[in-house]
């Protein structure tokens, strides 16, 4: 089975920065694109970035200039790094992959379980 386990969140005042990553484990043939998205209590899961495999990187507008998204392949693992953290930027912020068994197979999405940020005022 493939799993994705996000690390790195945690309570930060606003202003300050965080790290989040994401390790993908288990059979793994292919990830393609990897990325982030967040969901605050009583909100949508809303889409933050993502990145392809060849470091091709997008941002929702709300968060360009301010986090950056990167991988590296060689660990299968994605990260965001979070700067001038605003206090909505408070969520859960889940981990997504789509892979393929093979370069032939079809593509699965995959996610993590969330790791919380907390931003304060």
């Known amino acids: 089975q493939v799993r994705l386990v996000e690390s790195g969140g945690g309570l930060v005042e606003a202003g300050g920065s965080l790290r989040l990553s994401c390790a993908a484990s288990g059979t793994i043939g292919t990830i393609d694109d990897m990325g982030w998205y967040r969901q605050a209590p009583g909100k949508e899961r809303e889409w933050v970035a993502d990145?392809?495999?060849?470091?091709?990187?997008n941002y929702a507008d709300g968060v360009k200039g301010r986090f950056t998204i990167s991988r590296d392949n060689s660990k299968n693992t994605v990260y965001l790094q979070m700067t001038s953290l605003k206090p909505e930027d408070t969520a859960v912020y889940y981990c997504h992959a789509h892979l393929r068994r093979s370069y032939f197979a079809a593509v699965v999405s995959y996610w993590g379980k969330g790791t919380q940020v907390t931003v304060s005022s």
């Open positions: 990145i392809t495999s060849g470091g091709l990187a």
